[in-house]
């Protein structure tokens, strides 16, 4: 299983962490930077990954649900 660990403490925008996603996780450069995009390359892996995400409350409050 992959583990991939997202730190949501200096994210402040969707695009933000859209490229931090894609970096960590290491996409292609098609990836499409949004929630079905994600989903998309997440749901094809050949592999399990375990995305974990620090400081998602404050993420949260930065970007809004």
């Known amino acids: 299983m992959r583990v991939i660990a997202i730190n949501g403490n200096h994210i402040t925008s969707m695009e933000e962490a859209h490229l931090h996603i894609k ?5 292609p450069g098609y990836y499409g930077k949004n929630l079905d995009a994600l989903y998309d390359l997440l749901s094809t892996e050949d ?19």
């Open 23 to 27: 970096e960590k996780c290491q996409f």
């Open 47 to 65: 592999r399990e990954t375990l995305l974990l995400f620090f400081d998602s409350k404050g993420m949260v409050q930065r970007l809004g649900s």
